[in-house]
């Protein structure tokens, strides 16, 4: 185990409503990215965050959106839910947010109906 | 932009096989980092391996190597003697050297019957 837990493990919302989905990284490291995984596709990068600020973005809309905590604990959550947004949600920390590491938690499976 | 291609979308072979997974990728960057990953049913990316582009010497881990040429672009895995157990889908992912984030490929499952 990575030491990195995320909740809930699985979660199913309706088009159009919101959902915010956590994550704990694993001690002593500061930085945390989030990914989706569709359904036979690799993880796509969302976005980082490092020391409470956005470090990066990956091509998704602006209803996606994050924090990051004083304790380095993170949030996702996603507004106006589409059926496509339908996937395993990854949340990854790395001890610092270069060129280190990512250990990855066991996901968020989220289903739209 | 960065990209990583595994063809195989899927491999299926019988225990005590060898098999090798496929890895291409593009970048413009001059440092970077290439990883493995294995992901079994459960979803849990369990990672297997990180190397440099200035190291390109071949690596051995028990019955797992892995070779890297960067003439090709490539970064290719090998399960030597497969069990049953190695059965997931394998993940190669690029990085820039600054940043940490990852660029996956598309993913090979591996199917390793008795």
């Known amino acids: 185990e990575t030491g990195v837990t995320q909740s809930p493990t699985h979660l199913i919302k309706t088009r159009g409503q919101q959902v915010t989905l956590r994550c704990s990284s694993q001690?002593?490291?500061?930085?945390v990215s989030w990914y989706q995984q569709a359904l036979g596709q690799g993880p796509q990068f969302i976005f980082q965050?490092?020391?409470?600020?956005?470090?990066g973005r990956g091509n998704f809309p602006p209803r996606f959106s994050g924090l990051q905590f004083p304790n380095y604990s993170s949030e996702l959550n996603v507004n106006a839910l589409e059926l496509d947004d339908s996937a395993l949600y990854l949340c990854?920390?790395?001890?610092?947010?270069?060129?280190?590491?990512?250990?990855f938690g066991p996901g968020t499976r989220l289903t739209v109906l | 932009a960065q990209k990583v291609t595994q063809a195989q979308t899927e491999i299926s072979v019988v225990e005590k096989e060898d098999v090798t997974l496929d890895c291409v990728y593009e970048?413009?960057?001059?440092?970077?980092?290439l990883f493995w990953y294995k992901q079994p049913p459960s979803g849990e990316l369990v990672f297997l391996i990180r190397?440099?582009?200035?190291?390109?010497q071949n690596e051995i881990s028990g019955r797992y190597s892995w070779n890297f040429q960067k003439s090709t672009s490539s970064f290719n895995f090998t399960i030597t003697a497969s069990q049953v157990v190695d059965s997931a889908v394998y993940f190669c992912?690029?990085?820039?050297?600054?940043?940490?984030?990852?660029?996956f490929g598309k993913g090979t499952m591996l199917l390793v019957s008795p």
């Open positions: 970048t413009r960057d001059t440092t970077y980092y």
């Open positions: 001690s002593g490291h500061n930085t």
């Open positions: 990854a920390s790395s001890r610092n947010r270069d060129r280190d590491e990512q250990f």
């Open positions: 992912a690029l990085s820039e050297a600054r940043y940490s984030t990852l660029t």
């Open positions: 190397r440099n582009s200035f190291d390109e």
């Open positions: 965050y490092y020391r409470e600020e956005e470090n």
